[in-house]
T-cell receptor, first 109, second 113 residues
Framework: SQQGEEDPQALSIQEGENATMNCSYKTSINNLQWYRQNSGRGLVHLILIRSNEREKHSGRLRVTLDTSKKSSSLLITASRAADTASYFCATDSNYQLIWGAGTKLIIKP | GAGVSQSPSNKVTEKGKDVELRCDPISGHTALYWYRQSLGQGLEFLIYFQGNSAPDKSGLPSDRFSAERTGGSVSTLTIQRTQQEDSAVYLC???????????FGPGTRLTVL
């Protein structure tokens, strides 16, 4: 079963704009990860945030985690055409990752 | 270095036939995972190996699905008597006990006619 739910399901923005995607989950977690999937590079890990962290940055990526609301957000700043992909959150409970259905992000030139 | 590899990349088969999908994890990665992804969907967990043992087979959809791992390395996912609903991309991932990040292979796209 899928625990994470991303919203929106699809997002289309102009190149240069910021993109924000959200993820909600149901049970307690050890950490939450964001992955990107596109046809060129497959499924790639982007960033991991631990349950005791509230915010994390990596380049143009900013992830927040609110464990009280069981939600996370991924912000991509200054979007580029190469950011076009599906983005998934995955929650870690023990050894297993449980995945949401993803947000499809399209960056228009 | 070499990443996770999977073969074949594409497999088209007739309903009722058996298929074998192979995953070669990153060398030294003790944990190996199989997932299934239907078009436009997220990943569905199938099975997890720690070394050669599979402590969690709960994700396997039916007894037509089985998997094994030998030598703590290569894993094979076997689907017997394939059905059309088995059509999906089958992804393999591996990692070490020290890291939660999973490294994915390119997947095998299975089409059952």
């Amino acid at each position: 079963s899928q625990q994470g739910e991303e919203d929106p399901q699809a997002l289309s923005i102009q190149e240069g704009e910021n993109a924000t995607m959200n993820c909600s989950y149901k049970t307690s977690i050890n950490n939450l990860q964001w992955y990107r999937q596109n046809s060129g590079r497959g499924l790639v890990h982007l960033i991991l945030i631990r349950s005791n962290e509230r915010e994390k940055h990596s380049g143009r990526l900013r992830v927040t985690l609110d464990t009280s609301k069981k939600s996370s957000s991924l912000l991509i700043t200054a979007s580029r055409a190469a950011d076009t992909a599906s983005y998934f959150c995955a929650t870690d409970s023990n050894y297993q990752l449980i995945w949401g259905a993803g947000t499809k992000l399209i960056i228009k030139p | 270095g070499a990443g996770v590899s999977q073969s074949p990349s594409n497999k088209v088969t007739e309903k009722g036939k058996d298929v074998e999908l192979r995953c070669d994890p990153i060398s030294g990665h003790t944990a190996l995972y199989w997932y299934r992804q239907s078009l436009g969907q997220g990943l569905e967990f199938l099975i997890y190996f720690q070394g050669n043992s599979a402590p969690d087979k709960s994700g396997l959809p039916s007894d037509r699905f089985s998997a094994e791992r030998t030598g703590g390395s290569v894993s094979t996912l076997t689907i017997q008597r394939t059905q059309q609903e088995d059509s999906a991309v089958y992804l393999c991932a591996s990692n070490t006990l020290a890291s939660n990040e999973q490294f994915f292979g390119p997947g095998t796209r299975l089409t059952v006619l």
